[in-house]
Nanobody, 123 residues
Framework: QVHLVESGGGLVQPGGSLRLSCTAS???????????MGWYRQAPGKERESVAI???????VYAGSVKGRFTISVDNAKNTVYLQMNSLKPEDTAVYYC??????????????WGQGTQVTVSK
C-alpha cells in the first residue's frame, strides 16, 4: 500500500499563486519506482480532469487551460510532485488530487490517489 499526502491548497485572489506538493510513501517497505506523477482536479458538478502529468521519462503534459501558468516538477529522490500555480483564475477553483501511476513498491504495484486539497480562487 502506498499513501499520497498533499498540502498547499487554500484561498487566493485572482492573479495570485499557490504551490501544491504531494509525497508518496509506502505503508511498509519501500517504493522502487513510479511511472508517472501528476495532478488532477474536480470542480463542483464537473468530472475530474487532468491538469499536469510528468512521467519518469520526463515527458510533461499540461491541460490547455493551464499551459503557461502552471508548472509541474518532480523530486524523484523524495517521491514528491509539486504544482506551481501562477496567475490563478476563478475557474481554477476545484479540489486538486495527486496521482501516482504504475507504482512498484514492497507491497506490490498499482495506481494511487491523494485525498485531495481544496484550491479556491476568489476576491
Amino acid at each position: 500500500q502506498v499513501h499520497l499526502v498533499e498540502s498547499g491548497g487554500g484561498l487566493v485572489q485572482p492573479g495570485g499563486s499557490l504551490r501544491l506538493s504531494c509525497t508518496a510513501s509506502a505503508a511498509s517497505g519501500s517504493i522502487f519506482s513510479i511511472g508517472a506523477m501528476g495532478w488532477y482536479r474536480q470542480a463542483p458538478g464537473k468530472e475530474r480532469e487532468s491538469v499536469a502529468i510528468r512521467t519518469s521519462g520526463r515527458t510533461t503534459v499540461y491541460a490547455g487551460s493551464v499551459k503557461g501558468r502552471f508548472t509541474i516538477s518532480v523530486d524523484n529522490a523524495k517521491n514528491t510532485v509539486y504544482l506551481q500555480m501562477n496567475s490563478l483564475k476563478p475557474e481554477d477553483t476545484a479540489v486538486y488530487y495527486c496521482n501516482a501511476a504504475r507504482v512498484v513498491s514492497s507491497g506490490g504495484s498499482g495506481d494511487y490517489w491523494g485525498q485531495g486539497t481544496q484550491v479556491t480562487v476568489s476576491k
